[in-house]
């Protein structure tokens, strides 16, 4: 696995790199543990591998499970999840000040959105509205875009909605994350994209920002011709 640096400045790959845990060799090795819940004193004590799946059972909340020293910003995150109470992803994970997180509960009734931006809450609730799961079974699917920050959710592979993260810095560990004895993960997988170009500005703005941006953009641009 490599260890990848992303600094603020959009950081475009040519490569794709991938990293993926089926869990069927029993073990946790490559994921690290963290609690967003001061009641949680021993966060990994409650993450452990059965029958080929990841549980998370702390019974407390925003329970981290995050694939170690791999920083992201554009990328596609997906994980089959059973749920028990709650299941979900995070993503753009600095410290438990500054993380994008979704989820749902085993209603699948709400779909959740969790980020925190240098201490600072934004909380909105989504409705879901896919197909119910009788099995409290889902495929949870994110799509995100480190240059507008734009985060597309997808369940059981229906589009639901887009968030737009309120975060500036946007890369960070990505995992999943539990919450009141939370539930079941597999088939976990995190691709890095390939940074969309810079969305082109209004000719007022372009004004504004002056050639610094118009040499970004030039430079997206031979990125894609490459
Ligand atoms: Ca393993
Ligand atoms: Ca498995």
């Not at 475009?12 to 029993?26: M, V």
């Not at 963290?34 to 990994?44: A, I, V």
């Not at 079941?184 to 209004?202: I, K, L, Q, W």
Request: with cysteine; charged share 10%.
């Amino acid at each position: 696995m490599a260890l990848v640096i992303v600094g603020i400045s959009q950081t475009c790959y040519a490569a794709p790199i991938t990293f993926s845990d089926n869990f069927n060799d029993g073990n946790t090795n490559g994921w690290i543990f963290t609690s967003g819940d001061d009641r949680e004193t021993n966060p990994s004590a409650h993450w452990s591998v059965v029958d080929g799946r990841l549980q998370g059972n702390s019974p407390y909340d925003a329970q981290f499970a995050l694939v170690n020293n791999l920083s992201l910003s554009s990328q596609t995150l997906q994980v089959q999840t059973e749920i028990t109470h709650g299941t979900g992803v995070a993503l753009w994970y600095k410290g438990l000040n500054n993380y994008v997180s979704f989820g749902s509960y085993g209603s699948g009734a709400a779909i959740y959105v969790g980020e925190w931006f240098n201490g600072v809450l934004f909380a909105p609730v989504y409705e879901h509205i896919g197909p119910p799961s009788v099995s409290n079974i889902y495929d949870w699917k994110v799509i995100t875009n480190s240059s507008t920050g734009e985060i597309q959710f997808f369940v059981n592979g229906l589009y639901e909605f887009t968030y737009t993260a309120a975060t500036t810095e946007r890369y960070g560990l990505s995992g999943v994350v539990s919450g009141n004895d939370g539930g079941y993960f597999d088939n976990f997988t995190v691709t890095s994209d390939t940074c969309p170009p810079a969305p082109v500005p209004e000719p007022s703005t372009m004004l504004l920002l002056g050639s610094g941006l118009v040499g970004l953009i030039g430079y997206g641009r031979k990125k894609l011709i490459s």
